[in-house]
């Protein structure tokens, strides 16, 4: 009958978005896969210039203080102005060290939260996908979405992203904080010396904190 013929159509309409809304979910996973490759990348790459700054000023302060001590032995310069050249050297190495942390920090600090925001506008793209399928009664991996919880869900992940990104722009750079690289317990562990009052956490916390902090 017509009538038949007709539901027949509006079912074939029907699977047809869901197709499409199955391959725009794949594509956005997959689209997330790629960022997330993308920024690990990013993130290696300012490690890495970072490193290659601080080799270089360590390279220059050894061959500056070979030029001292080469100088002392040839009579040159005094002993005492030896002492004043590689103070003078010293100071310089731990500044220059210091702005090229701080650089870096920075730099680590712009890329996490245009990580933040990435990930946000992602995820408020699948929400509103999710929607759109609801409302045109297609079926969905995971729970459907209605256009008034898609608003509210945007408005949260909107504000989560803002609140992130305020966390971390408000972080400041303070002299002397690191990561240790080295040694597991299980393996010897890094020898370090501390003072009172400095704060030592576990591995995991921190990693749980940097997972919260982007992910969350």
Do not use: Y
Request: neutral net charge.
């Amino acid at each position: 009958t017509a009538e038949q013929q007709a539901k027949k159509l509006e079912d074939i309409e029907k699977q047809k978005l869901a197709n499409r809304a199955m391959l725009t979910t794949a594509a956005f996973d997959a689209l997330k896969r790629i960022e997330d490759a993308a920024f690990d990348a990013k993130f290696e790459k300012l490690e890495r210039q970072h490193q290659k700054e601080l080799d270089v000023i360590e390279n220059r302060n050894t061959l500056e203080s070979k030029k001292i001590d080469d100088q002392v032995e040839r009579g040159i310069i005094t002993q005492a102005q030896g002492d004043i050249k590689r103070k003078a050297l010293a100071d310089k190495t731990a500044a220059d060290k210091l702005a090229a942390d701080k650089k870096a920090f920075e730099e680590d600090k712009k890329l996490k939260i245009i990580k933040i925001q990435v990930e946000a506008a992602l995820a408020i793209a699948t929400i509103w996908l999710k929607a759109m399928a609801a409302n045109a009664g297609i079926p969905i991996v995971g729970a459907a979405v209605g256009a008034a919880a898609a608003g509210v869900m945007t408005a949260i992940v909107a504000g989560m992203a803002a609140v992130e990104s305020g966390i971390i722009q408000a972080q400041k750079f303070e002299k002397g904080g690191a990561v240790l690289k080295g040694k597991s317990h299980a393996a010897g562990g890094i020898p370090i010396e501390a003072e009172g009052d400095e704060i030592i956490m576990t591995k995991g916390v921190l990693i749980h904190m940097k997972e919260n902090a982007v992910h969350s």
